[in-house]
């Protein structure tokens, strides 16, 4: 897939990402890097007893793997100038140890900047289990390079 300039992306659309299975390697080294060793992540029994019945991924792990699969994107190439901000993220169902997450991303808004030189991308993004049900979702915004700008 060729790179997409800030000139060649319209509101609508959108794009899914493959899917990426959640697995313990990824739970250890998140709690690692993150410090969080909460027991519904680490803890097999007390998450057994919990009202998820098992352990759960970070959720912040779940965004960090999303923000990851956005690379999968057809303007995260060469007209990428920066991830600027998340908007409004909602997590609204648990995650647990082997679910499949895909991310579903919809541009909702294009501005161009005041020089012309780049654009500011508004998208709706979804991350998606393998039952297709949306587990987060919220805004991200991304500073995208126009043909004028490269």
Request: hydrophobic share 40%; glycine share 10%.
């Amino acid at each position: 897939m060729s790179d997409l300039w800030f000139d060649d992306l319209e509101r609508g659309a959108a794009w899914t990402s493959t899917g990426r299975t959640l697995t313990e390697a990824d739970l250890v080294a998140f709690c690692g890097v993150s410090g969080d060793f909460h027991p519904l992540h680490v803890d097999a029994e007390y998450a057994a007893r919990s009202r998820f019945g098992g352990r759960l991924v970070h959720g912040a792990l779940v965004l960090s793997v999303a923000t990851g699969q956005r690379g999968q994107l057809p303007f995260v190439g060469e007209p990428l100038v920066a991830f600027v901000e998340i908007r409004s993220w909602v997590m609204r169902a648990p995650v647990h140890l082997g679910d499949t997450v895909r991310t579903r991303t919809t541009i909702v808004d294009l501005r161009t900047t005041s020089d012309g030189a780049r654009g500011v991308v508004v998208q709706r993004v979804e991350i998606l289990n393998q039952r297709d049900e949306v587990v987060h979702e919220g805004e991200m915004v991304n500073v995208v390079r126009t043909r004028a700008g490269c």
